[in-house]
Every structure is written in structure tokens, then in C-alpha cells.
Nanobody, 115 residues
Framework: QVQVMESGGDLVQPGGSLRLSCVAS????????MSWYRQAPGKEREWVAL???????NYADSVKGRFTISRDNAKNTVYLQMNNLKPEDTAVYYC?????????WGQGTQVTVSS
């Protein structure tokens, strides 16, 4: 099974930007979806964005217009560009890969938005 690992989390001021990366140990070209989720302290994990194998994307309303998901199949990497960050974006961000027969999660990367 393919494993994924996130990186790029950091402490950033409100209004700032970050780019998260999710590197897979195998091909993401064959995946059905590559997705980003997040979990804030004391809250349930929530879906943030997804990228389909055919190039489609979709976003949660809370991040639409501020976050952009993209993928580089040659590098087996999925990105989440986050702009105009808000304190409520503070969370651990997780990458999830979905293949036809299984799905896999990364360990998460911490994003903290604070002045």
C-alpha cells in the first residue's frame, strides 16, 4: 500500500500564507482522490479539499477562494496552498489518499495561525 507524509506546517500570522506538501511512497496517478482534512483542538476532523485523478477539485465552503489543492503526478506529491490564513484555520492538517481498494492517511502537520 502507498504511504503518504505531510510537511510544511508552521506558525504564521493572520493573513499569511503556507504551502503544505503530501508526498506519496508510490504513484498518485492511479488514486481516485487525494484529499486534505484538518482537525482543530477539541473538534472532529473535517474535510478541506480534494483533487481527483481527472484533474477536478472541490473545496469546503470555509476555505473556498483562499486554499488551492494541486498535484504533481511526476513527483507523487499533492499540495495545499493556503492564503489569507485565519486563526480558525489552526489545526493539524492531514493528507488522505483514496485508491479503489484502500485509503491511507498521513500523520499530519501542525498549522498555527496567530499573531
Amino acid at each position: 500500500q502507498v504511504q503518504v507524509m505531510e510537511s510544511g506546517g508552521d506558525l504564521v500570522q493572520p493573513g499569511g500564507s503556507l504551502r503544505l506538501s503530501c508526498v506519496a511512497s508510490g504513484s498518485i496517478f492511479s488514486s481516485d482522490f487525494m484529499s486534505w482534512y484538518r482537525q482543530a483542538p477539541g473538534k472532529e476532523r473535517e474535510w478541506v479539499a480534494l483533487s481527483t485523478s481527472k484533474g477536478g477539485t472541490n473545496y469546503a465552503d470555509s476555505v473556498k477562494g483562499r486554499f488551492t489543492i494541486s498535484r504533481d503526478n511526476a513527483k507523487n506529491t499533492v499540495y495545499l496552498q493556503m492564503n489569507n490564513l485565519k486563526p480558525e484555520d489552526t489545526a493539524v492538517y492531514y493528507c488522505k489518499g483514496t485508491w479503489s481498494t484502500y485509503q491511507t492517511w498521513g500523520q499530519g502537520t501542525q498549522v498555527t495561525v496567530s499573531s
